[in-house]
């Protein structure tokens, strides 16, 4: 085991790009070990909401960062997923749409709404520990981080989970169409210049399109087991 330096709290970050089942997995550790939670995506999709809704161009860096700056969100547990309310609305299902989803990875560019929001991710590191799921958590936020996990999974696999999805809830949408969506949105998670999307060197990466949520849950937790005092 890696013992925790005196007074820290140990965090498990978790990153990859979306669809790759972090979020699952990241609530299932967390409610495993009653560990707090941060969905950090949530908070780049509700800058990205909340500036939609307030008619802020996307590309107006100093207006969203201070959306960010600013940014009244709150999360809850729900029955089958987190309860994300802005401003004291639930918006939970408008921040899952693929609109506000391919806007949050604009939004997450830039340099200035990615400053803005990191104090407030590292405040969410209490005792006793914190599970991360993002994209940037084991390279920026968290970069002491004992245990790192980063998810990985084909574009056209992805695409056939979140069709699922989707269908699930009668929205429509076609597979060629996702994969397009979530191949264009890696490209830019990958190629900015603050906080690209990529795996710590210290990162544990494991490809999730042959393996189901208990299985990964089951791996990465023997993985808490051997890292963690805990």
Not at 75 to 101: H, K, M, Q, S
Not at 130 to 138: H, K, P, S, Y
Request: hydrophobic share 45%; glycine share 10%; with cysteine.
């Amino acid at each position: 085991m890696v013992a925790q330096a005196s007074g820290t709290v140990p965090v498990i970050a978790v990153d990859g790009p979306s669809g790759v089942g972090k979020g699952t997995l990241c609530r299932r550790l967390a409610e495993h070990l009653d560990f707090h939670l941060l969905d950090s995506g949530s908070l780049y999709r509700l800058t990205a909401l909340a500036a939609l809704r307030g008619g802020v161009d996307l590309g107006d860096a100093a207006g969203l960062a201070a959306i960010a700056a600013v940014l009244d969100a709150s999360f809850a547990p729900g029955a089958d997923d987190l309860v994300i309310r802005l401003a004291g609305t639930d918006v939970t299902r408008e921040l899952r749409a693929e609109t506000t989803g391919n806007a949050a990875s604009i939004v997450a560019a830039v340099p200035q709404v990615r400053a803005a929001l990191l104090q407030r991710q590292r405040d969410f590191r209490r005792p006793p520990g914190l599970i991360a799921d993002g994209r940037d958590m084991g390279t920026t936020v968290f970069p002491d981080a004992p245990l790192k996990i980063y998810l990985v999974a084909s574009p056209a696999e992805r695409a056939r989970r979140r069709h699922k999805q989707l269908s699930e809830k009668g929205v429509g949408a076609t597979l060629a169409a996702l994969e397009r969506e979530i191949a264009e949105r890696d490209a830019r998670d990958a190629g900015r210049t603050a906080s690209p999307l990529r795996p710590a060197g210290d990162a544990i990466v494991i490809d999730t399109d042959a393996l189901d949520i208990e299985a990964v849950f089951h791996r990465v937790l023997g993985l808490v087991r051997e890292r963690l005092s805990v």
